[in-house]
């Protein structure tokens, strides 16, 4: 067995032969294992994939050999590398460009639980340290932050207190709602101190948006600010 094969591939032959029916041709071997949603995050990258032997990954797919109903924990990069089959919804077997599809979208559900329970944590620490939030306060930023995002008056107030508190957290955790008009008010009428704190959880296009916005917001404030402040104007009648 391995001869002939590259270092990567003689690595990969050695988990999964033994694991196999098939025992001496490592590419025949590959096509009885396969991919059925069984996936896990160890929340730091310190597990090795059992198929290839690469470290360190953090997402474990599960994949199961049909005959031997041996288990490997590999990394989603290998199921697409050797074509693993992926079962799909139906419980069709699947392959190539569906298959990858299937694995990427199931890995991006990992990062976005991921997600959701590290802005949770930081949330609830933030309660438990800050005086002036209040845990109802928290309650209704933190539903928001797992439903459709934060206003940007919440996500400024979120952004100051845990920077105030020393809680750390990335910024592009936060995920920035602008489709209300009042919402992109709000944004557009920030304080630049505000806004700067505010930036990194905007995403590219959203600070895109605001750059092109925010000329044409300053000048009309600052034409209704003029015509407030015009001296001895009596108010217009209809
Ligand atoms: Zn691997």
Redesign the pocket.
């Known amino acids: 067995m391995g001869q002939g094969l590259s270092p990567y591939l003689q690595r ?1 032959a050695a988990n999964i032969l033994p694991l196999s029916q098939d025992q001496e041709d490592v590419v025949e071997a590959l096509k009885e294992w396969e991919y059925r949603g069984d996936k896990s995050d160890v929340e730091d990258a310190v597990e090795t ?6 470290y360190p ?1 953090r997402y474990q797919f599960e994949i199961v050999n049909r005959f031997t109903n041996y288990r490997l924990d ?2 989603s ?2 199921i697409t ?1 050797f074509d693993v089959a992926v079962i799909d919804e139906e419980g069709v077997q699947q392959r190539g460009a569906v298959a990858a599809k299937i694995v990427a979208k199931d890995r991006r559900k990992l990062e976005e639980e991921s997600r959701r329970r590290t802005v949770r944590r930081a949330l609830v620490q933030l309660a438990k340290m800050d005086q002036r939030i209040n845990s109802k306060m928290l309650d209704s930023i933190a539903n928001a932050a797992d439903d459709r995002g934060l206003s940007p008056k919440q996500a400024s107030l979120v952004v100051w207190r845990l920077d105030e508190n020393g809680i750390e957290l990335p910024r592009s955790y936060l995920k920035v709602m602008l489709k209300k008009a009042a919402e992109q008010d709000d944004l557009l009428a920030m304080e630049d101190f505000k806004l700067k704190q505010l930036w990194p959880c905007l995403t590219a296009a959203q600070q895109r948006w605001y750059s092109e916005k925010k000329p044409a917001f300053d000048a009309r404030r600052a034409k209704l600010a003029a015509m407030n402040a015009k001296p001895g104007h009596p108010p217009l009648r209809k």
């Open positions: 990969v994939c059992q198929l290839c032997d690469h990954i590999i990394g990069e290998c590398r």
